[in-house]
């Protein structure tokens, strides 16, 4: 056989053997046969409804220029692309990426030009390879042979579509056909979530004060980004990243909350609606958020952000946003450097504080401590050098900048510190019944000694273990002293972002139809419950191991399996 036909078959080849990547990183890889059968089988199919390799090559560029993303998140995440990467790809930006890339966007590009060059390469290979095109009858039969196996089953009466090689999921997890499915999964979601704003618009709680009055309420809930537990020096840190926070007597760190997955369009949800966090990996939810239910018990709202808007596609988190009566997202550009540092958000506070509304909730959706870290600051935080700040895009996956990266990243948190400070004086100066609620939605993990990950997006103690904190004025702890005798004696409990809810609509003094008091950290009703984090499936956090330096999070038993 000629070069030509040689190289086209070695190509395909290579790209059919992408689902052995975890073996040759050293992970399993259950099912891989029966991935590879089906791969055959639709090689097959493929080859003999177009008969011949020039005549479908088209339609494999995807899975070419898509081939070092899989790989990376193979190497890096310990799997391929998936819905929720394609998630967050639809709703990042040119210049989030190239951020995110920093130095590499050129290597990037080199790689996909290089992508491209190999697939021309096969496909001038295959026009020149006229021994590739099957002819005869056989050809004619494969197709509908395989049709009948998967509907009709054989030789069992269960259709092979529902037994191995045939499921979906073995579809998904195939090369290069499973983008494919990938991508029809990714489309239903995005279809469930516009459909899901439909469906909720009548949703109520029923929802009003328990003892309402007419003296003037604020609630502020803070939702933090990127923020790792134990950076903070609230909380034991040696390095003082939290000193204005220290100074502040009515403030309440909760030092034992975690989050159930260490993405922000995954955890959020969970935080601000009822949804359970074992559903979190789950498209959508039937419920409305807290906004609603502070909208239904009188309180005027608003959320101010400073993260990406929505835009054609509708976030998770943009979804339960467009509840509030005022909606202003502050950040119109990306995480770049040209992107807005969190005091943005202290000008719209200001103005909804100043609103003659006497009751208001109010959310800032901050940028927190998402990389780059030394973007997240100005330069009078730039406390611990050598930093990052001022570096033009640094390469954020190289480990020779982990003394920089890890400086950076407590700046940031120095800054946070200030910030949160900036809101809880806006407070102070109101005079009024005043109470804020700031929960981070994931951690990091930061090269850990010898840990060779970095940033988000694991399954370790560093990325689930998040800071949580309650401050209170003096007149609210006058009107709910049992609130904050109930605050102060669980402030060790066992807490996870699933109470968050619960929590701020009792700090509000809300209720409403089914409540749960038994999960408001601020209730004598409290009741701990089982945590459970997305580790290998759903691990039970208080019955799991930390393994090595990045404390992978490991269940002592058998994880639950995820449902998506």
């Known amino acids: 056989m000629r070069l030509p036909p040689l190289f086209v078959l070695g190509s395909y080849l290579l790209l059919s053997l992408v689902p052995c990547v975890p073996l040759l990183l050293g992970r399993p890889a259950p099912g891989l046969g029966a991935v590879l059968g089906l791969e055959a089988l639709l090689w097959i199919a493929a080859w003999g409804m177009f008969q011949r390799p020039a005549w479908f090559h088209w339609m494999l560029l995807p899975a070419l220029l898509a081939l070092p993303t899989e790989l990376y998140l193979f190497m ?7 819905t929720h990467h394609l998630g967050i ?42 021994q590739l095109t099957w002819r005869g009858k056989t050809r004619w039969l494969a197709v509908p042979a395989i049709a009948a196996l998967a509907v009709l089953g054989w030789p069992t009466p269960t259709p092979l579509f529902q037994q191995a090689p045939f499921t979906f999921n073995n579809f998904a997890n195939s090369w290069p056909f499973g983008l494919i499915a990938r991508g029809v999964d990714f489309y239903n979601e995005r279809r469930y979530l516009a459909e899901l704003g439909m469906r909720s618009s009548n949703f109520t709680f029923k929802a009003h004060q328990a003892a309402p009055d007419n003296e003037p309420e604020v609630v502020i809930m803070v939702l933090g980004e ?3 537990y134990d950076r903070w020096s609230i909380n034991g840190y040696d390095r003082e990243t939290t000193p204005l926070l220290a100074q502040e007597p009515n403030l309440v760190s909760l030092t034992n909350m975690i989050t159930a997955v260490s993405a922000t369009r995954l955890s959020v949800p969970v935080i601000i609606s009822r949804k359970p966090a074992m559903q979190s990996l789950k498209a959508g939810f039937s419920e409305k958020s807290f906004l609603t239910a502070y909208k239904e018990a009188g309180f005027k709202t608003w959320w101010l952000s400073n993260q990406i808007s929505f835009g054609e596609f509708d976030t998770p988190v943009s979804v339960f946003a467009k509840e509030a009566n005022v909606i202003q997202f502050m950040n119109l550009g990306s995480f770049n450097n040209r992107s807005n540092l969190d005091q943005i958000l202290l000008g719209p506070l200001q103005q909804a504080m100043h609103d003659p509304a006497p009751k208001k909730l109010i959310v800032l959706h901050t940028l927190g401590n998402h990389w780059n870290y030394s973007e997240r600051y100005s330069k009078e935080f730039d406390k611990w050098q050598p930093s990052l700040f001022g570096v033009d895009k640094p390469e954020h996956t190289n480990v020779k900048i982990k003394v920089e990266l890890n400086n950076s990243y407590d700046n940031s948190i120095l800054y946070t510190d200030w910030f949160l400070a900036q809101v809880i004086g806006q407070l102070k100066e109101s005079g009024q019944r005043t109470a804020m609620l700031y929960v981070a939605d994931h951690g990091q993990v930061l090269y850990d000694g010898s840990c060779a990950i970095a940033f988000h997006g694991h399954n370790t103690q560093y990325d689930f273990h998040v800071p949580a904190l309650v401050w209170y004025s003096d007149q609210y702890q006058s009107h709910y002293p049992d609130k904050i005798k109930q605050l102060k004696r669980l402030r060790k409990a066992r807490l996870a972002t699933e109470n968050v809810f619960h929590s701020l609509l009792d700090l509000g003094d809300i209720a409403y139809d089914d409540q749960h008091l038994e999960w408001s950290f601020l209730n004598k009703q409290f009741k701990p419950h089982k945590r459970y984090v997305d580790s290998y499936g759903w691990t039970n956090y208080d019955n799991a191991t930390f393994k090595g330096d990045c404390r992978e999070v490991i269940d002592k038993g058998t994880p639950l399996k995820r449902e998506k």
């Open 89 to 130: 790809i639809a709703e990042s930006s040119p210049m989030e990426a190239m951020e995110f890339l920093g130095n590499k966007i050129w290597l990037m590009a080199a790689i996909l030009v290089a992508m491209l060059a190999w697939w021309v390469a096969i496909l001038l290979a295959a026009r020149r390879s006229p």
């Open 226 to 228: 990127s923020s790792r």
């Open 76 to 82: 890096y995440y310990g799997q391929g692309i998936s």
